[in-house]
């Protein structure tokens, strides 16, 4: 079967209304809590980003804060995630 482009996005979009996880990061605009999320999902499981996320922001809430504190606890933070340049 064949569909338009307007056809397959009407598709996805009825998929992901029906399908869609909750997510922390998905109900907000706060373009700290969108980047970190980002950066934190490049190559890790959704479900193990979940159990960290809140820990981060709520230590780090802001970019300055982020800045403000010694890469060691970042990473400290950051455990179980793998890929720890990402942290950096």
């Known amino acids: 079967m064949i569909v338009s ?3 397959f996005k009407t ?3 009825k998929f992901y209304d029906f399908h869609k996880r909750q ?3 998905r109900d907000t ?3 700290y809590y969108i980047f970190i999320s980002e ?3 490049q190559q890790t499981q959704a479900s193990r980003v979940e159990q960290k996320f809140s820990q981060l ?3 780090l809430p802001d970019f300055n804060a982020l800045a403000d ?3 060691a606890f ?3 933070l950051w455990k179980g995630l793998g890929y720890n340049r990402r942290a950096k």
């Open 69 to 71: 504190v010694p890469f």
């Open 5 to 7: 482009c307007k056809e």
């Open 57 to 59: 922001v709520k230590a």
């Open 74 to 76: 970042v990473l400290a």
């Open 29 to 31: 605009d706060n373009p």
């Open 39 to 41: 950066v934190m999902l």
């Open 11 to 13: 598709i996805i979009s």
């Open 23 to 25: 997510f922390v990061w």
